[in-house]
């Protein structure tokens, strides 16, 4: 479980624990971890990996789009950034040090995703960046030029009409990616920055302690390597990888939220009809075939089809290189029950849930029976 209700903590934490949870995952607070340690429970702090807090604010730490503009993006900042990434490391040292816990998850450990809007997606390129690409062995004004075009191509109708076609005909895709090259370095630079980082945490964590685990909440594999999140590349360094599956919710990392943001915006800059967009987003994503709402409201409120919680959480299996895959889902979602069934039926080692409220019991309780059964 993912948190915990402000009032009455203790009172949720027998609810918890005579429903069969075992693990959580909370901020770093020392009465709540000593009280959920009390009752048994394996504690996971979690933390923001590239926050921007205090003196971090400023727009040296921000991420820089393919025109120089600076962006916030989940309150954080470019992953890059040396300083923001030994103030994580510092974080995790001291955290591991100081308190009784089972292992550490990052949050936030990648690059802005479509929806924090495409502007922001397409970070990052400033001058740290440019200085890793070059150490990588990028040709960073290559994925920069090439990112620009496809961006400028956007105002133009027909070129959406051409990607559409292109995801369907392997030649047209291998055209494609062939002239965008700069495009698929971009998404692998990306990839291979957040592993760099991953790796670091890792190594810092075991030479605290080896037992210590750590764990990542990731985007949902269909959109993960936008983010550069390659599971492949993580579960060298993860002991748990956590995949978002959350089929519905209203912010970042949401799955119905991140196309509808996207088709807004590919809307508003082809000046096509938001269900042409929506409907391309959806090919794109690979989701097509559980007939996903073309109404863009139905999709922010009700989400995308119970089904995709089933190809998401096997995909995350077939990935992660024999990993332990956990994945978490919306405890607000009506479907709860179903969508546990589906991540445990895929073979998962385990299911987590986001995030507890008051009022939530019985779900808690029904979610309970459900593991068991299972």
């Known amino acids: 479980m993912f948190g915990l209700p402000e009032k009455k903590p203790e009172q949720a934490l027998k609810i918890l624990s005579e429903s069969g949870f ?16 009390d009752y048994g429970f394996k504690v996971y702090v979690f933390c923001k990996t590239f926050g921007l807090e205090n003196k971090f604010r400023r727009a040296e730490y921000l991420a820089e789009d393919i025109y120089g503009r600076k962006y916030i993006w989940f309150g954080s900042g470019c992953p890059n950034n040396l300083e923001l990434r030994q103030k994580n490391l ?3 040292e001291d955290t591991a040090t100081q308190v009784d816990i089972s292992g550490i998850s990052l949050d936030g450990i990648r690059f802005s995703s479509p929806g924090s809007g495409i502007e922001a997606f397409f970070t990052c390129f400033c001058e740290t960046c440019r200085r890793k690409a070059e150490d990588l062995g990028y040709d960073f004004e290559k994925m920069r030029g090439d990112l620009q075009r496809l961006y400028e191509s956007f ?18 895709l291998l055209d494609f990616l062939t002239d965008f090259r700069g495009v698929v370095e971009w998404l692998s630079f990306r990839a291979d920055c957040i592993a760099e980082h991953v790796r670091d945490a890792r190594n810092l964590l075991k030479s605290i302690d080896p037992e210590l685990e750590l764990g990542a909440y990731i985007f949902t594999p269909s959109l993960s390597s936008l983010v550069g999140q ?15 599956i959350y089929r519905l919710g ?34 794109l994503a690979g989701v097509s075939e559980f007939n996903p709402p073309l109404d863009l409201n139905k999709l922010k409120e009700s989400g ?37 069934r589906k991540v445990l039926s895929a073979g998962c080692s385990g299911v987590n ?22």
């Open 22 to 37: 075992t693990h959580l995952s909370l901020p770093r607070n020392n009465n709540l971890i000593k009280l959920a340690l």
């Open 353 to 374: 849930f986001f995030i507890y409220k008051e009022g939530f019991e019985d779900k808690i309780r029904k979610i309970g029976e459900v593991v068991r059964e299972s």
């Open 250 to 283: 209203k912010g970042v990392a949401c799955y119905n939220h991140e196309l509808a943001v996207l088709a807004e915006d590919l809307s508003r800059l082809t000046s096509l009809p938001l269900s042409n967009t929506l409907s391309l987003v959806y090919k």
């Open 155 to 172: 105002e133009k109708p027909k070129f959406l009409k051409y990607v559409s076609s292109a995801v369907e005909d392997p030649l047209m």
């Open 230 to 244: 390659d599971y492949r590349m993580l579960s060298l360094y993860l002991d748990v990888l956590q995949p978002m």
């Open 90 to 92: 510092e974080w995790i």
């Open 304 to 340: 995308l089809p119970l089904e995709i919680v089933s190809k998401e959480a096997l995909r995350a299996q077939q990935i992660a290189l024999g990993k332990r895959v956990e994945p978490i889902i919306m405890l607000r979602d009506p479907q709860v029950e179903d969508a546990t």
